[in-house]
């Protein structure tokens, strides 16, 4: 179930990402739930996702 979450939490945050509030609401919420190893991943995809999206980037300050 665990591997779920990991990929429901991508395609939330695909679909929010329109709104750079949406999405920081959203990433704290997926960070929260997923397991140590699934956020180190998540942090992987998100350099790569936000990589063409600068107003996204200040959302990365949730990532430890």
Known sequence: M???MFE???TVLKKVSFNSELFCKELK???ESLLP???DEL???LRSF???KPEL???MT???
Do not use: D, F, S
Request: net charge positive.
């Open 2 to 4: 665990a591997r779920a």
């Open 8 to 10: 429901y939490t991508k």
């Open 29 to 31: 919420k997926g960070l």
């Open 62 to 64: 949730l990532i430890k």
């Open 57 to 59: 980037l200040i959302c």
């Open 37 to 39: 190893y699934e956020v």
């Open 43 to 45: 942090t992987i995809w």
């Open 50 to 52: 936000t990589a063409n």
